[in-house]
């Protein structure tokens, strides 16, 4: 054998050795999920499309975690990433599934006024509206603001989407000028969609105005 395919099986050998020895540490489901988890991570497509390789990979990583004790929020987070993957890539019934098994573990883990059920919520919002759900999409979205308004604050990203969205499925025209204004805060752009709804409820631009010149 040759130094360098010496050196490479080596370099082999001691990753699986440290491999064991972690699993050997954290115990073995904990072990599996976080290598699984941590592959499909590492191997997910920076922005759709998402390829079927990459919905198995986070499947793979929600079986690990099933294996766990089942208050446990990496079980939470898997079903959460796992479900938002399904819906993006059209499967949105059983995205869905997925979505509300994440929601009721949160729940039970870290309450439900965490700001992770607040996160869950927004997606099962986002789902139900694409099946035509509107009343229970609302009800969902409604959740969503006021859990993440209260946790993350009005100018957070996610809080900001959620509270649009509110403003459009109810038409509620002070809600999407108060909207309007705190993307401007916050200095975000809505996306062109969210953007051409608000405004047509008399929100106004989010685009920030200069300040007057002095004469």
Known sequence: MSPRKLRLLLVLIGLYLCQLAYLAVVG??????????????HRLEKMPPFSEAT??????AAREAEKLVPEDGRLARTYHDLGTLLWLTGR??????????SLKVFERVD??????????????????LRRGRIPEAAEQLQRAEGILVRTLGCLDPIALRA??????????????????????????????????????LGGGSATAQPA????
């Open 111 to 128: 309450g439900r006024q965490a700001s992770w059920v607040g996160i869950v919520c927004h997606r099962l919002g986002e789902v139900d």
């Open 55 to 60: 919905v198995e990979r986070f499947r793979a």
């Open 212 to 215: 007057p010149l002095n004469k």
């Open 92 to 101: 949105t019934n059983e995205g869905r599934v997925y979505l509300h098994r």
């Open 163 to 200: 509270a649009s969205m509110v403003a459009v499925q109810t038409r509620d025209r002070d809600k999407a000028r108060q909207v309007m204004e705190n993307y401007r805060m916050a200095e975000i752009p809505p996306d062109p969609l969210m953007r051409l709804q608000l405004e047509q």
């Open 28 to 41: 073995l489901p904990t072990g599996m999920w976080d290598l699984r988890y941590t592959q499909a991570e």
